[in-house]
């Protein structure tokens, strides 16, 4: 499968703890974004890069979250001290900036803090 | 600020008839593009058809149709056919540029779920 994966698909965790989630987009592609996604909500925009370059980041995003893309390829993003408030879906999607308008989406990390 | 709205949180079709999805955006570029995604149970985000807004012709994918009217703003999804795997959570987004190469965040709805009926 060709597609965007990310690991692990389902996180429990308890409210202080750090967690660390992975996406691998479509190999081709150099842009990575980060959405998170509360019940009952859209998407909300977390993050993007381009090759290994962080290009925007949503006022959303508060101290405790860090995204990664160190090689240009994998990504990671950080959520240090949860709080139960990040209890939510966390979507990856990948795309390529100039041949496509789509953007390809993962199954998303589910992570609930207890 | 960019906004979708979307204001129907749930509708009902019967199998094989045409249901409509509304969406309508607000912005202050002249350049953007428009996304209808769908969402089914298992949570993945599935691409259903892009209309940039300096189309002029409406775009259609399949069973798929998007209604754009630009003086509206409005930007709604026409399913034909409905089937019973058509039922899940359907989003409408935008993006600023038109062109892939601002390929950019997209500001996303609050989708409607669509339930088929056979």
């Known amino acids: 499968d060709t597609g965007v994966s990310q690991d692990p698909r389902h996180k429990i965790t308890k409210r202080g703890q750090n967690v660390t989630f992975r996406c691998d987009p479509i190999?081709?592609?150099?842009?990575l974004y980060w959405y998170r996604q509360t019940l009952g909500q859209g998407p909300e925009f977390l993050t993007y890069?381009?090759?290994?370059?962080?290009?925007?980041k949503s006022r959303l995003l508060s101290n405790r979250f860090s995204a990664e893309r160190p090689k240009g390829s994998f990504s990671t993003l950080e959520i240090q001290r949860t709080e139960q408030g990040d209890s939510a879906m966390y979507l990856c999607?990948?795309?390529?900036?100039?041949?496509?308008?789509?953007?390809?989406f993962g199954p998303g990390t589910r992570l609930t803090v207890l | 600020a960019q906004k979708i709205t979307q204001t129907q949180p749930g509708m009902f079709v019967q199998e094989k008839e045409a249901v409509t999805l509304d969406c309508t955006y607000d912005t202050s570029d002249q350049s953007y593009g428009l996304f209808w995604y769908k969402q089914p149970s298992s949570g993945e985000m599935i691409f259903l058809i892009y209309?940039?807004?300096?189309d002029e012709q409406n775009a259609t994918e399949g069973r798929y149709s998007l209604n754009f009217q630009k003086a509206r703003k409005s930007a709604n999804l026409v399913i034909s056919a409905s089937q019973l795997g058509d039922s899940a959570m359907y989003f409408c987004?935008?993006?600023?540029?038109?062109?892939?190469?601002?390929?950019?965040?997209?500001?996303w709805g609050l989708g409607t779920s669509l339930a088929v009926n056979p």
């Open positions: 890069f381009q090759n290994e370059a962080q290009l925007e």
């Open positions: 190999s081709e592609h150099n842009r």
């Open positions: 987004a935008m993006r600023e540029g038109h062109n892939a190469g601002n390929n950019r965040k997209l500001i």
């Open positions: 999607a990948s795309s390529l900036p100039l041949s496509s308008n789509e953007q390809f």
């Open positions: 209309q940039g807004s300096y």
